[in-house]
């Protein structure tokens, strides 16, 4: 059938033209918006496949997005303290972001990247105090360092001035002392981000944590071990526990 069929059109001139013409109507009608159809496709599982890639959590009040990977770019917008945008590449000391519809560039020196599904795209954090919880999160396993407030080994306090610190806030050094930073917080009240105290029998605070939620915490807790979750609600740390201290209200 095919055969008699390509025969018809090439039998004569009018055949051979026809032939033509019916080749350029597969190739227009048919065969191109096919192969648009698999492009676009293609182009939306590689968007996927970067927007899943990793995210950022910005750690300076205002960032700017600038429009390529240089201090002298132009500035297409600006980002606030502690949203979540999509990181698709980085590019040196850049990273290529997504945030609320606009793509650009901003400076790893004000981003935290993490690596995973991004919580919430391009949109704000449900709090800035749960965008602390989620850079503690990333130390988890890191050794306790007595003296230690970098990623090399944390004591209690340098955890929480180095997590607070990727927020752009700077607290003071040492335990006793945070506990005078921010707003005070019953103990019954704490959010997500709370910095939580912990006093010895004569009252003074020899020891803090992160509250994370659901009566626990992410901490730093003595030479040995490693910053991990712990219960505040039962054991030692429920009895030490004296309040909370909110630095983003």
């Not at 919430?120 to 050794?143: D, F, I, W």
């Not at 009252?203 to 509250?211: A, E, P």
Request: hydrophobic content about 40%; charged content about 15%; some cysteine.
């Amino acid at each position: 059938m095919y055969n008699k069929f390509v025969l018809f059109f090439k039998g004569g001139k009018k055949g051979k033209k026809y032939w033509r013409y019916f080749k350029l109507f597969i190739l227009k009608k048919v065969l191109a918006p096919v192969t648009v159809v698999f492009i676009l496709l293609a182009a939306m599982c590689v968007a996927n496949a970067e927007d899943f890639g990793s995210y950022g959590i910005v750690n300076a009040s205002l960032l700017n997005i600038r429009q390529a990977a240089t201090t002298g770019s132009a500035i297409m917008g600006q980002i606030p303290n502690g949203q979540y945008v999509g990181v698709r590449w980085l590019e040196g000391n850049w990273a290529r972001i997504s945030y609320n519809g606009t793509e650009g560039y901003v400076s790893l020196d004000y981003l935290h990247v993490v690596n995973g599904q991004m919580p919430s795209r391009g949109s704000a954090v449900s709090s800035k105090g749960q965008a602390v919880v989620e850079l503690a999160k990333q130390y988890l396993g890191t050794p306790y360092k007595y003296g230690g407030s970098a990623p090399g080994g944390f004591d209690c306090s340098g955890f929480v001035y180095y997590i607070y610190s990727q927020m752009g806030v700077k607290l003071n050094r040492v335990a006793s002392d945070q506990m005078r930073n921010g707003s005070w917080v019953d103990k019954g009240m704490l959010q997500p981000g709370d910095i939580v105290g912990f006093a010895n029998s004569s009252g003074y605070i020899t020891h803090v944590g992160i509250y994370a939620g659901n009566g626990m915490m992410i901490h730093s807790p003595q030479t040995g071990d490693v910053v991990k979750y712990e219960s505040i609600v039962n054991g030692n740390y429920s009895m030490r526990l004296t309040c909370g201290r909110r630095i983003f209200d």
